[in-house]
């Protein structure tokens, strides 16, 4: 492939950003060759002198470390064998002005230098940095001196536990505090959505904790709550359905001769006339609704009319009650649903507050520590002006640090970040001629990762904070945009400037709200984006119950048309084998990529349709574990082992690729048996080979299942005994990621508890893990991926399958902040269960807008790097003939 001839002005900002003698803040597109940039600094920095352990890089996940780390070490190490002519082109590259002897010496020698170095280069996550400093100075952190990390399942397993130890004493004792919530909450939502709504409030416990300890405790919170949502903290649910029936206006001893007046009216009076009836008859909610009734329409809105023309004009004075009445019924009304919403959002946090606080004791007593602590009490040891000596060691220690993906960083790693770089730029910081400097790398509109805290926000805010910082220092602080691409041509990144220049689109994008800038430094380069025709409904016949699929997209259904015509395409492209000019190679199952919003119908029915095509597919790139064939295979057969009576999965594990018996061979053994399936199995041994392998091969694994612990047991079946190659002649080479994790997770069950099959299960069951496969690996098969999962990856022909679903999401969050007027930027504000819309007042229905539009504004991640895009709902046979080409992404 031809090399890209880059442009002067792009060769500038990249030798400007990797200048270590500047700061450095890039905001950088998608392409633009920011690793490459941020890799070349490293280099640079090395080049001038500065030891391997005085730079920190900073990056986002392990993937993004280890490929920085090898960006360097591959440079250096090609350095090693280079004349002088060539390795002096090739520092002139990233410096722009010819190397002299000495600097030659030393670009030698760097390679040595960094492998040699205690630790070697310091190329982390942020988490990874954390631990390190934590384990270094467990002291002064308050941490145990060898504290582990909790894994996320672990993490989640752990709470899990403690959640259902808090819920069942809340059971046992329901005049206590934990026992009335409990009662409030059960009332308030099904088991399921309490559930959720729980977990949600424990993952958010950082922003319940924090409102609880600025108000001063759980009651001071929800009293806060009470007064922001218009309510007396003192109010009760009862109080306010009493006052409904406690009339000023119109007196309860009135209704009855209210009701005759109305029952001489229209139909629509007589119906108010008998409501009046019902809600005289008592004072149950019942009778309550009836009289709300009255004054409100089904649909919970005010009545226009309360009465007819003729009652009007026949008592005027009636009607004007009614009138007076309606308000106070209103304003009653929305007093309700304020109670409702303070006492539903305090059973959730005084059940949630207790969760929590039990999981922080389980941690303090077993020393561990979650990756919230490792950032959390690393900002509290920097904070700490105690253990001013630990600042003083870092100092000594870190004289640059740069930061990539910073647009993914959370406000409290930024606050890490600047408590390290607090004495870079000031007064004795500068450590008298030694320059120091920050380097951050990002972008806005790429940031993925603000359900983990991210806050893309803040790269914009952090920029205006060095900036400021770097005014007291004589080292310059250079701001640079990279608008351009390496990776894709003018058609794609036009295509997407296109869409990006409607204010809609853009709006939430970025800090600056302006349309997005991509310039393609590959002019010739072929390209095509194709929008197909939307898929319509078609016309539902009505279905029987019994008939309608419960869980599984209807083969009419528009998500299984569109699969099936994907499926039917990418056929044709394989099977016509149609080329791909720029590479001259044919298009080929690895070299498509298909792209969805969510792990849903479509998701599904992409990779159902692209197997039944005969298309090679990589499968889902993230699954749980426990749903997968292969595994619940594995599971049937523990459970079969563990009781034998257990007929359904004994017969699973028969059918499965373990003991590979058909129906026929299943049915013969099952029909019209005397005993347990695994007895007839032995009855049949004498005259079936197959049955007599299989019971041989059961009462072998149960014995050993006796003696050997999970993961012995199942890497002996597994391996030795060929389970895995069954699985995978059936299953494909997907079923691999499955298997390493299962048995992942049996060897990290052994190292936690007492090591049994029995409790391995049920560990196992409750832990209910996922497993993220790595879909960067070079098979050649079809990708099918959500965007947020396929960020990063590139392909010569990306789909995007789901271009029409709302960006919102199917559901507004469970748990809403709300303003308070007045509340210093950073306090902790208060959250409410607002539950469904109908239930909202005007404060929960604000929240619930800005909620809405957050989500509509949230960026979400660019296209991979194609060359081709079909952003389709339909598909078009002329697609192949026009079919676009993609080039490999310049390593730059």
């Not at 920190?56 to 002519?85: G, H, I, P």
């Not at 709550?225 to 309860?252: C, K, M, Y």
Request: net charge neutral.
């Amino acid at each position: 492939m031809k090399p890209i001839d880059i442009p002067e002005n792009v060769l500038g900002a990249q030798i400007a950003a990797s200048n270590p003698r500047v700061s450095a803040w890039v905001t950088a597109n998608a392409g633009s060759g920011k690793t490459y940039v941020l890799a070349q600094r490293v280099i640079r920095l090395l080049l001038d002198g500065v030891a391997p352990g005085k730079i920190l890089c900073l990056t986002f996940t392990k993937a993004a470390a280890a490929n920085m780390a090898n960006r360097v070490f591959e440079t250096l190490a090609a350095w090693t064998t280079l004349n002088d002519e060539k390795l002096a082109a090739a520092v002139m590259r990233i410096e722009a002005r010819r190397p002299d002897a000495t600097r030659l010496r030393r670009a030698r020698c760097l390679f040595a230098e960094a492998l040699e170095t205690p630790g070697g280069l310091k190329v982390q996550t942020i988490h990874a940095f954390c631990t390190g400093l934590l384990h270094q100075f467990p002291f002064e952190a308050d941490v145990a001196a060898r504290f582990e990390v909790l894994e996320e399942h672990a993490e989640s397993e752990l709470i899990d536990s403690l959640r259902l130890a808090v819920l069942l004493e809340a059971a046992a004792q329901p005049e206590s505090a934990l026992g009335r919530a409990l009662a409030i909450a059960v009332a308030a939502a099904a088991d399921v959505t309490f559930a959720d709504v729980v977990r949600k409030a424990i993952d958010q416990r950082d922003a319940v904790d924090g409102w609880i300890a600025r108000a001063g405790g759980v009651d001071a919170a929800i009293a806060e709550l009470s007064r922001v949502l218009g309510a007396d903290p003192a109010e009760t649910l009862d109080n306010v359905h009493a006052q409904f029936l406690d009339s000023p206006i119109l007196p309860r001893s009135e209704w009855p001769s209210i009701a005759a007046v109305l029952a001489g009216g229209s139909k629509t009076d007589c119906e108010r006339a008998d409501r009046f009836a019902r809600a005289y008859a008592g004072t149950a909610w019942e009778n309550i609704e009836a009289y709300i009734g009255i004054f409100f329409t089904k649909g919970g809105t005010p009545a226009k009319s309360l009465a007819t023309k003729a009652i009007k004009d026949r008592y005027p004075a009636l009607c004007e009650r009614l009138l007076q009445e309606q308000d106070r019924v209103a304003a009653l009304w929305e007093l309700r649903k304020a109670v409702i919403v303070r006492d539903r959002t305090m059973a959730l946090v005084t059940i949630a507050h207790e969760v929590t606080r039990r999981y922080r004791a389980e941690k303090d007593r077993r020393g561990i520590l979650d990756y919230d602590d490792l950032v959390d009490k690393t900002l509290a040891l920097l904070d700490n002006v105690a253990a001013a000596w630990v600042h003083y060691k870092l100092d000594l220690g870190i004289d640059h640090i740069l930061v990539d993906e910073a647009q993914d960083t959370s406000p409290k790693q930024w606050d890490v970040i600047a408590r390290l770089t607090s004495e870079f730029f000031a007064g004795a910081g500068a450590r008298g001629g030694t320059k120091r400097s920050i380097f951050a790398v990002g972008d806005e509109k790429q940031s993925i990762y603000s359900f983990q805290g991210a806050a893309p926000h803040r790269f914009d805010e952090m920029r205006r904070h060095f900036e400021q910082a770097h005014r007291a220092s004589d080292l310059p602080f250079e701001p640079l945009p990279f608008h351009h691409s390496f990776r894709s041509g003018p058609n794609v990144l036009g295509a997407v400037d296109a869409v990006f220049a409607q204010e809609r689109a853009y709006r939430g994008l970025a800090t600056d709200p302006v349309p997005t800038v991509h310039q393609a430094l590959r002019h010739n380069a072929p390209g095509l984006v194709e929008v197909w025709p939307l898929i319509a409904p078609e016309k539902r016949e009505e279905m029987e119950a019994w008939d309608a699929p419960f869980d599984a997209v209807a083969e009419t259904s528009p998500q299984a048309r569109l699969a099936r015509r994907i499926a039917q395409s990418v056929r044709f492209w394989i099977d016509q084998r149609v080329p791909l000019p720029l590479t001259g190679k044919r298009t080929r199952p690895g070299d498509i990529l298909v792209l969805v919003r969510s792990r849903g119908p479509l998701f599904a029915a992409v990779i159902r349709a692209l197997k039944d095509a005969g298309v090679d597919v990589a499968g889902a790139d993230r699954l749980v574990l426990t749903e997968h064939i292969a595994v619940m295979d594995l599971m049937s057969l523990a459970d079969a082992l563990l009781l034998e009576e257990d007929d359904l999965a004994l017969a699973e594990v028969l059918k499965s690729p373990l003991f590979g018996l058909n129906d026929e061979q299943l049915f013969a053994l099952a029909w019209q048996r005397k005993g347990s399936l695994r007895a007839a199995l032995r009855a049949n041994a004498a005259g079936d080979a197959a049955c007599a392998r299989a019971a041989t091969t059961l009462d072998r694994l149960a014995a050993t299942a006796k003696t050997q612990a999970p993961f012995t047991f199942y890497a002996a079946l597994l391996n030795a005994d060929g389970g895995r190659r069954k699985f995978l002649a059936r299953l494909g080479p997907e079923a691999n990621d499955a298997l390493d994790e299962f048995l992942a997770l049996a060897l990290d069950y052994e190292r936690r508890e007492t090591p049994s099959l029995q409790g391995f299960m049920a560990w196992l069951r409750a832990v209910a893990a996922e497993v993220k496969r790595d879909m960067d690996i070079a098979r050649d098969e079809v990708r099918v991926m959500t965007v947020h999962g396929a960020k990063g990856l590139e392909a010569p022909i990306v789909i995007l399958a789901d271009t029409t679903s709302a960006p919102t999401g199917p559901r507004d969050p469970p748990l809403l902040a709300i303003d308070l007027p007045g509340l210093p930027t950073g306090d902790a504000r208060p959250l409410v269960w607002a539950g469904g819309q109908a239930n909202d007042v005007s404060v929960t229905e604000d929240a619930r807008k800005r909620a809405r539009q957050d989500a509509e504004e949230r960026p979400m991640p660019p296209m991979c790097r194609p060359i081709s895009v079909a952003a389709m709902s339909g598909a078009g046979r002329n697609f192949p003939a026009k079919i676009s080409r993609r080039r490999k992404a310049a390593r730059r």
